[in-house]
């Protein structure tokens, strides 16, 4: 007879709810993890503070996944956030509301989250063995029958869960080993490739101002000259380009456009909330007050300091002009400029750099009620190495989470 019931390979946040779920549900349940201890991605997300999830009305939040929200449609509902936050409750993790509906923790400390994930597994009875790392998955018949992990021992059970992660941040443990074993199971693997990535620009003057971050702009992303989507809120100059939540929501769409070989050019309106008349009259309102100073030393009020020297000499305007002298056009070329900041974006940063996967395993392949395989018998798939990524906010986690409760619930129902 087998010592377990239920093998779950991954121990991050899909892999421990779904180990706890089944073991919740009366099975015997095995955790496997690679590295030396459990949740390390759920450690560093959010900077350390790691957002769990959205309080965005459920049957909106679909919308927030570019990448398969229709098939999270019953998932998230059958564990949603509330059920997310009750859950953390129960364990003594209370939490907040931020800007954005972004739910945290109230200790601001992502370790308040793994632990309570651990306790949980303790509570239900899980056997967890970290320093495993999986290598193979054994079938007889087109019935999954176990595991054999690098320390050569076979760990057998009639359903496995497999929970393995995506590609991105390999040191965490997610290597991308699930979509190995998922071509190796005979499931079909959509590429994978970042989602939530920064973007890397051809313009090098981000460079002198790298480290500034702009709040309230509104960044929208032109593919071959057409406008694709718009954000806003807050975005960050780096080195070698551009990041910040609504650049990684853009990331996704530019990586795209980029792979198909399309022009993508990012316009930054650093005053959206302004129209193009009233900003014309607050920037002759400046030029009033500062009437006998320079151009340069005239703009200190609609820019923050270190693009001031970036934005005069993209205007081409001479910064030692005096401002009464500055030309209706030239005020028409900086106008332009303030709402339409433009950066050609050339590549993203690695999948290995990107917060999420995109791509994984094709969502047709796995039976959203209880996320069976289609392709092989008890076998079960939750978290990010299924196709399915989400937009910043909380929203990756959530359905993380929401898919690791179903799997795991239906795993030890089947039994
Ligand atoms: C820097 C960063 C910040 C983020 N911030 C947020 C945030 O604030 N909010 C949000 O919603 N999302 C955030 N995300 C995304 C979110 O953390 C992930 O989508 C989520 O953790 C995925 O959970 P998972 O359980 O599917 O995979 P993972 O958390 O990647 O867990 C997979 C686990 O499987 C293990 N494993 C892999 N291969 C094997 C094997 N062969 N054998 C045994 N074990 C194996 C790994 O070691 C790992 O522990 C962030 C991601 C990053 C990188």
């Not at 392949?365 to 299924?386: D, F, H």
């Amino acid at each position: 007879m087998n010592e377990y019931q239920v093998i779950v390979v991954g121990g991050g946040a899909a892999g421990t709810m779904a180990a706890g779920q089944a073991a919740k549900g009366g099975a015997k349940v095995l955790l496997l993890e690679k590295k030396d201890r459990l949740g390390r991605k759920i450690a560093i997300s959010g900077k350390g503070r790691c957002n769990i999830t959205n309080v965005e009305n459920v049957s909106d939040f679909i919308s927030h996944y570019p990448g398969n929200g229709r098939f999270l449609h019953s998932i998230l509902r059958g564990f949603d956030n509330g059920a997310l936050r009750d859950f953390l409750a129960d364990y003594g993790v209370e939490t907040k509301v931020e800007r954005g509906g972004r739910v945290f923790p109230v200790s601001d400390d992502a370790e308040t989250i793994v632990k309570a994930l651990a306790a949980f597994l303790r509570d239900t009875g899980v056997r967890v063995e970290t320093g495993v790392s999986v290598e193979e998955f054994l079938v007889d018949n087109g019935h999954v029958i176990g595991v054999r992990g690098n320390n050569q021992k076979q760990y057998l059970a009639p359903a496995v869960i497999l929970c393995t992660g995506g590609s991105s941040y390999p040191g965490t443990g997610s290597t991308g080993d699930g979509f190995r074993f998922a071509r190796q199971l005979g499931h079909q693997v959509i590429t994978p490739r970042p989602a939530l990535v920064p973007l890397k620009t051809a313009e090098t003057w981000v460079k002198e101002v790298q480290g500034l971050s702009l709040r309230n702009v509104e960044g929208s992303l032109w593919v071959e000259g057409k406008r694709q989507g718009a954000e806003f809120g807050e975005m960050l100059f780096t080195h070698f380009g551009v990041s910040g939540p609504i650049i990684l929501t853009l990331s996704r769409q530019a990586g795209d456009a980029l792979r198909e070989g399309k022009r993508v050019e990012l316009r930054i309106n650093l005053k959206p909330a302004l129209s193009p008349e009233q900003l014309d009259a607050r920037l002759q309102r400046d030029f009033q007050k500062y009437t006998n100073k320079q151009f340069k030393n005239a703009i200190d009020d609609l820019l923050p300091q270190s693009l001031i020297p970036v934005a005069i000499r993209l205007s081409e305007i001479n910064p030692d002009k005096a401002v009464h002298q500055v030309s209706r056009e030239e005020r028409r070329t900086f106008l332009k400029l303030l709402q339409g900041l433009t950066l050609t974006i050339t590549e993203t940063l690695s999948i290995e750099a990107a917060i999420v996967t995109a791509g994984g395993v094709n969502v047709k392949e796995i039976n959203p009620k209880t996320m069976a395989s289609r392709c092989v018998q008890g076998l079960y798939w939750a978290g990010e190495v299924v196709d399915v990524d989400g937009i910043t906010g909380g929203y990756n986690l959530q359905a993380a989470f929401a898919m690791g409760y179903r799997a795991g619930k239906a795993a030890a129902e089947q039994l």
